[in-house]
C-alpha cells in the first residue's frame, strides 16, 4: 500500500476521532448543602450551569440536586470525595471535623474583606494552599462566590457584656464557633433549613447566618430583635469542590469552561448579596421598626479578638499546614490592609456625614 495513502488514511482517522471528541457531551452531577430555590446561594449554582452549557454550545451540563434531594446539607466533601457526586457547592468550615486547615478558606474571623480575600485566593497564593489541603482527598477546590461582611447574628436579649454570652446556647459555624465557645456560649451548627424553627422554640437563644440578603427571608426578624454586626465573617466564600478524576476525564477546554463558569459565577454572587442586602435591609426598617441594630460593646469584641488570635496560634503549634496558611493570611493581610485602609477605610471616614 503506498505511503502516502497509509498518511491520508491516518489523517483522515485523527479528523473524525477529533471530530467525535469535540461534539462528545458530558453531564455532571453537582450537590449543593442550600435547599431548593435558595436566594443567592442557589442562584449561584443555577447561573454556574447555564453558563456551562452555553458556553460549551451543549457539550457540558450540570444538573444540581439540592439538600432535600440528598439529605447531606454537611455531607457535600464526602458526597463529591466518593465520587457520588462530580461536583459540589458549600463552605469549607463545615468540615473542620474531617479536615481542619479547610476553614480557614471560608473565612478568619478579624480577618480579610472580601476583595482583599480574592486577592489572596488569586494573587497572594490562597488558591495554591487550598489545594495543598483538598488534593489528598482527590479533590479540587475553587473559590464559589462571597457573601461580603456578614451579621454577628440574632439574638433574643442585648449582649452589654462578657458575662451576657455566658450559657448563651447560639448557632454559629467554623472558628468563629471556637471563639464563641472558648467565652462561654453554647455553640452548635445547624443546617439552614432548621434555623428558624430553633429559634423560634427556643432551642438556641441566637443564630448567625449571613446578612439581611438571606436573613431576611428567613423571618429570624419576626422572632430576634436584636440583630449585630459582625466580626467573625469579615469575607465568607463559599466553594466548589470538584472530584478530581471527573476533572481529568474532561477535555481541556472544558475544563477551561469550568473553571471560568466558577469564577464568573462567584463574583456574581458577590455582587448580588451587595446589592440584595441593601435591599433587604431597607425593607427590614420600614416593614419592621422594632429591630435593633447593634454592635457589640468594647468588652466583648477585645475578648473575640483576643481570643481568636490565641486559638489561630495554637493551631499554628499544631499542623504545620495550618501554620502556613495562617501565617500566609496574616502576612497578607497585613500588607493589603494598609491600602484599604488609605482608600476605602479614609473615604468612607471622609464622608461619614453623607
Known amino acids: 500500500m503506498p505511503k502516502y495513502f497509509l498518511m491520508v ?3 483522515v482517522c485523527s479528523f473524525a476521532s477529533a471530530t467525535v471528541s469535540a461534539q462528545e457531551t458530558h453531564t ?3 450537590a449543593e448543602t442550600w435547599g431548593p430555590n435558595s436566594p443567592i446561594l442557589g442562584e449561584t449554582t443555577k447561573h454556574f450551569a447555564d453558563m456551562v452549557e452555553k458556553m460549551s454550545a451543549g457539550r ?3 444538573r444540581i440536586d439540592s439538600s432535600n434531594k440528598h439529605k447531606a446539607p454537611f455531607g457535600i466533601f464526602d458526597l463529591v470525595r466518593n465520587g457520588q457526586y462530580d461536583l ?3 463552605a469549607s468550615y463545615y468540615y473542620k471535623g474531617t479536615i481542619p486547615n479547610a476553614m480557614y478558606f471560608t473565612t478568619v474571623p478579624f480577618g480579610m474583606l472580601a476583595p482583599e480575600q480574592y486577592a489572596w485566593f488569586y494573587y497572594g497564593g490562597g488558591m495554591e494552599l487550598m489545594q495543598k489541603v483538598y488534593e489528598p482527598y482527590g479533590l479540587l477546590s475553587f473559590p464559589g462566590g ?3 461582611n456578614q451579621m454577628g447574628g440574632w439574638f433574643n436579649k442585648e449582649i452589654n457584656s462578657l458575662e451576657d454570652l455566658k450559657g448563651l446556647k447560639m448557632r454559629t459555624p467554623g472558628f468563629a464557633g471556637e471563639v464563641m465557645s472558648e467565652l462561654g456560649v453554647a455553640v452548635t451548627n445547624l443546617p439552614p433549613g432548621e434555623l428558624y424553627t430553633a429559634l423560634e422554640r427556643g432551642t438556641i437563644d441566637a443564630l448567625e447566618w449571613v446578612a439581611p440578603a438571606l436573613d431576611f427571608p428567613m423571618g429570624f426578624h419576626q422572632i430576634a430583635k436584636y440583630y449585630y454586626s459582625g466580626w467573625q465573617e469579615p469575607g465568607a466564600e463559599v466553594q466548589f469542590l470538584v472530584n478530581q478524576k471527573t476533572w481529568e476525564k474532561l477535555p481541556a477546554d472544558l475544563q477551561e469552561i469550568l473553571r471560568v463558569a466558577m469564577r464568573t459565577a462567584a463574583y456574581d454572587m458577590y455582587a448580588k448579596s451587595t446589592n440584595d442586602s441593601a435591599d433587604a435591609w431597607d425593607r427590614m426598617k420600614e416593614d419592621y421598626p422594632n429591630v435593633t441594630h ?8 477585645d475578648a473575640l479578638r483576643e481570643t481568636t488570635h490565641r486559638l489561630l496560634q495554637q493551631e499554628a503549634e499544631k499542623d504545620p499546614l495550618a501554620k502556613e496558611i495562617i501565617t500566609s493570611i496574616q502576612d497578607y493581610l497585613a500588607k493589603v490592609r494598609k491600602w484599604t485602609n488609605i482608600s476605602d477605610k479614609a473615604y468612607l471616614n471622609s464622608v461619614s456625614g453623607d
Open 9 to 11: 488514511v491516518a489523517l
Open 28 to 30: 455532571l452531577r453537582l
Open 60 to 62: 457540558l451540563k450540570v
Open 88 to 90: 459540589g457547592h458549600t
Open 146 to 148: 462571597n457573601t461580603g
Open 294 to 301: 447593634k454592635v457589640f460593646p468594647p468588652e466583648v469584641i
